[in-house]
């Protein structure tokens, strides 16, 4: 659906995007991480078409952006961080103009309007003036001229930006309802809605690619591995010796015990790719070992982040 290849932008002596290629297959749901200045918006300004390469390629359903750009263009409907909207207009004369200039067909114009406004949830704000609206609408009427047109890509930069948590969330829901008919790239700073809403996730730092990878995997690292942390209660070395007799389980630590009760805590290590919880649950509840607690040890989406980014600037 998406193609880039080698992709680069310089500004002066100032590589903003450095030689860059990723692939979006369709119907997917991609989130595109980095700082202030890592590049995502420059890069999402290009495969948009709105901004020229230095070098490499963007091909967009299989139209080359820049050799084609009326044709790419047709499948690409775009949300700028700031939404591009005439604020003296009513919603809809403003989605009647964005029509317009995506050349929709007059027969079939006022059907899409009404089923755009119907999808965003805006057709009950549809007569009123768009400077007079709640940020949340605002950024709802920025949705729908992104949809005017049937675009099969969907660029979204920072669409939930400045909205309370409530709109937030309503957002969210629009996106995932979204994906049905669209495939998405999504930029974001809220990084637990990336992980909720998104299939797999770019992260770029100093216009380079710092990882490409699924949210799960990301957060097991390098190894692939489970790791847990569990408070059990029961004795202490029935409990290690009854973890470390279960299938798939690499190592087992205990690292906090009480005196005065059998409740303890303890680190499970699994081998790589193997999925020990349930396996886990089983085995302490045959030997009636009550569970008390159990989480994943593995890194947030955020960690990631931060890890990838901190060690470049160790690096340098």
């Not at 309007?113 to 003036?129: A, E, H, P, S, Y």
């Not at 396996?279 to 990631?304: G, T």
């Amino acid at each position: 659906m998406i193609e880039v290849q080698n992709l680069s932008k310089s500004y002066g002596q100032i590589k903003a995007v450095d030689n860059i290629s990723f692939t979006v297959e369709k119907g997917e749901i991609i989130g595109f991480l980095g700082p202030n200045g890592a590049g995502k918006t420059t890069t999402m300004n290009m495969i948009a078409g709105c901004l020229s390469t230095s070098t490499g390629t963007i091909k967009v359903c299989e139209s080359d952006v820049f050799e084609n750009p009326a044709e790419a263009k047709k499948h690409i409907g775009y949300l700028p961080e700031q939404p591009p909207l005439y604020t003296d207009m009513t919603v809809k004369e403003y989605l009647s103009f964005v029509s317009d200039l995506k050349k929709v067909e007059k027969s079939e114009k006022v059907q899409q309007m009404n089923q755009i406004m119907d999808l965003v949830k805006i057709t009950d704000v549809q007569n009123r003036l768009i400077n007079n609206l709640s940020k949340g609408y605002k950024q709802r009427v920025g949705i729908a001229q992104a949809l005017v047109g049937g675009p099969e890509v969907l660029i979204m930069d920072e669409p939930t930006v400045g909205l309370d948590p409530q709109q937030i969330i309503e957002i969210r829901k629009l996106i995932k309802a979204l994906r049905k008919d669209h495939t998405i790239i999504l930029s974001s700073h809220i990084l637990p809605e990336v992980s909720a809403v998104c299939d797999r996730v770019i992260i770029i730092n100093k216009g380079q690619i710092s990882a490409i990878d699924t949210p799960e995997n990301l957060s097991k690292g390098n190894g692939n591995s489970l790791k847990i942390s569990i408070k059990v209660a029961g004795p202490k070395k029935n409990v290690t010796d009854l973890l470390k007799g279960v299938d798939g389980v690499a190592n087992v630590e205990l690292v906090n015990s009480s005196k005065d009760s059998e409740e303890s805590d303890y680190i499970v290590e699994a081998n790589p790719d193997i999925d020990i919880r349930k396996p886990i649950f089983r085995a302490l509840a045959a030997k009636d070992y009550p569970i008390l607690e159990l989480k994943s040890m593995n890194l947030s989406l955020e960690d990631i982040f931060l890890q990838l980014t901190t060690q470049e600037k160790e690096v340098e």
